[in-house]
């Protein structure tokens, strides 16, 4: 057997737990997008004074929902809300 036969069969065997690998994540990612996204379409059915308690806007909603339905949209609204806090606290401290 030659080096070049032994390192085309190695690659192949290991490529099959990688494959599998990524199936398993890529279904896991699915689902916890689809979870997220039903737990996103519960934030819709709270009123502005509950969503303005956790930081958000109903504005903040429509522009997450925006995202592709294999992405998660709580994700899209943890950086709304980031960046929020953060330009809240600069404009804290440029006051004291």
Known sequence: MATFDFATETSRITSRPAIATRVVNTISNVYRAWKNRRAFYRLGEMS?????????????????????????????????????????????????
């Open 48 to 96: 502005d004074a509950e969503l303005a308690d956790i930081g958000l806007t109903r504005a903040d909603l429509h522009v997450a929902i925006d995202v592709p339905f294999g992405r998660d949209p709580t994700e899209r609204l943890r950086i709304i809300a980031a960046d929020r806090t953060d330009t809240l606290e600069d404009i804290a401290r440029k006051v004291t």
